[in-house]
């Protein structure tokens, strides 16, 4: 499978942005898609997942209450709606598809990262 990230950018602290991944190609025994981020000089972190029938969702704490990921199954596209945004989210955000939920190594494939940078 191929993933497309998009939609990054500069947004002022309180502001919205909304993330979108385009999955193209194979999705033999994929079961979710979910976003990563990795802010500088700290590893990479879960955000949010979602199933691939797009029914059951995982958030991580710190963005719960402020992130939505949902998924449109006729474009096989998953979405990350960004509300509320802090300092601390300024990372490069990546989406992966797996067969897991939570933990990265259970994503096997993965996109090219798009930068967030949120300003105060």
């Known amino acids: 499978v191929q993933l497309q990230a998009s939609g990054g950018g500069l947004v002022r602290a309180g502001g919205s942005l909304r993330l979108s991944c385009a999955a193209s190609?194979?999705?033999?025994?994929?079961?979710?898609l979910g976003w990563f981020r990795q802010a500088p000089g700290k590893e990479r972190e879960f955000v949010a997942a979602?199933?691939?029938?797009?029914?059951?969702?995982y958030y991580a704490d710190s963005v719960k209450g402020r992130f939505t990921i949902s998924k449109d199954n006729a474009k096989n596209t998953v979405y990350l709606r960004m509300n509320s945004l802090k300092p601390e989210d300024t990372a490069v955000y990546y989406c992966?598809?797996?067969?897991?939920?939570?933990?990265?190594?259970?994503?096997?494939?993965r996109g090219q990262g798009t930068l967030v940078t949120v300003s105060s």
């Open positions: 190609g194979s999705r033999f025994r994929l079961t979710a």
């Open positions: 992966a598809a797996g067969t897991g939920t939570t933990r990265l190594y259970e994503y096997n494939y």
């Open positions: 979602i199933n691939w029938s797009g029914g059951v969702t």
